[in-house]
């Protein structure tokens, strides 16, 4: 079974120090890797995805990610902190064999990010 | 370009009754999934649409159910609610069914069972 998991419930960081939110997952074979952000009652906002290639994806808003297969991790990084950056924080997994609109989510990080 | 908008934003009911949530993609997308998203559970895949079939379903009682329209929005139906249906539900939405995209989601329906 597919399975994602962000063992940190939360990350505190001050403005402008680097930030990482982590993410292992276990999923059959290769599968694309995905982050997205939710701020307070909203929805999911897309940030970047691994697809293939390069292990080190750049997004939006100056986020990147490292993905590991090794570790089957994949990290999401930002190398200067924001105040407006505090958010809840999902990775999730597709499986290569899927449809589109089947992910598998973590239980999500809370970055927060004090001045 | 419009996003994926879903109405309505904020509903309350109580046991036993039954509910229907919208959700219209963003133009051109004909893909539409739902996701029930709980402080418990986290996001839950509940089922996927496209070209007005199920494609894909998540493991959820019968009494969850949805239908796609010819224009692509979505309904997805709760009846004989319980407590444990509280829960915000986000409606997704992409181009196609099989490819390397993202989706793009939408800011959900609050629902309060009581």
């Known amino acids: 079974a597919q399975s994602v998991a962000q063992p940190e419930d939360q990350v505190n960081v001050a403005e402008g120090n680097p930030l990482t939110v982590k993410c292992t997952y276990s999923?059959?074979?290769?599968?694309?890797l995905f982050w997205y952000v939710q701020y307070p009652n909203r929805g999911l906002q897309f940030l970047l995805k691994?697809?293939?290639?390069?292990?080190l994806v750049k997004g939006s808003y100056g986020f990147e990610a490292e993905f590991n297969k090794s570790q089957t991790s994949f990290h999401l990084k930002k190398p200067s902190a924001l105040v407006s950056d505090s958010a809840l924080y999902f990775c999730?997994?597709?499986?290569?064999?899927?449809?589109?609109?089947?992910?598998?989510f973590g239980r999500g990080t809370q970055l927060t990010v004090w001045p | 370009k419009a996003g994926v908008t879903q109405t309505p934003r904020y509903l309350i009911k109580t046991r036993g009754q039954q509910v229907t949530l919208s959700c219209s993609p963003i133009?051109?997308?004909?893909?539409v999934s739902w996701y029930q998203q709980t402080p418990g559970q986290g996001l839950q895949f509940l089922f996927e649409?496209?070209?007005?079939?199920?494609?894909n379903k998540g493991n959820f009682p019968g009494r969850f159910s949805g239908r796609q329209f010819s224009n692509s929005r979505s309904e997805m139906n709760v009846s004989t609610l319980e407590l444990g249906d509280s829960a915000l539900y986000l409606c997704a939405s992409s181009p196609g069914l099989v490819d390397t995209g993202e989706l793009f989601f939408g800011e959900g329906s609050r629902l309060t069972v009581l």
């Open positions: 999730a997994v597709r499986d290569r064999g899927s449809t589109l609109g089947r992910l598998y």
């Open positions: 999923v059959s074979g290769n599968p694309y």
């Open positions: 649409y496209f070209s007005e079939t199920q494609r």
């Open positions: 133009s051109g997308h004909r893909s």
């Open positions: 691994y697809i293939t290639g390069d292990n």
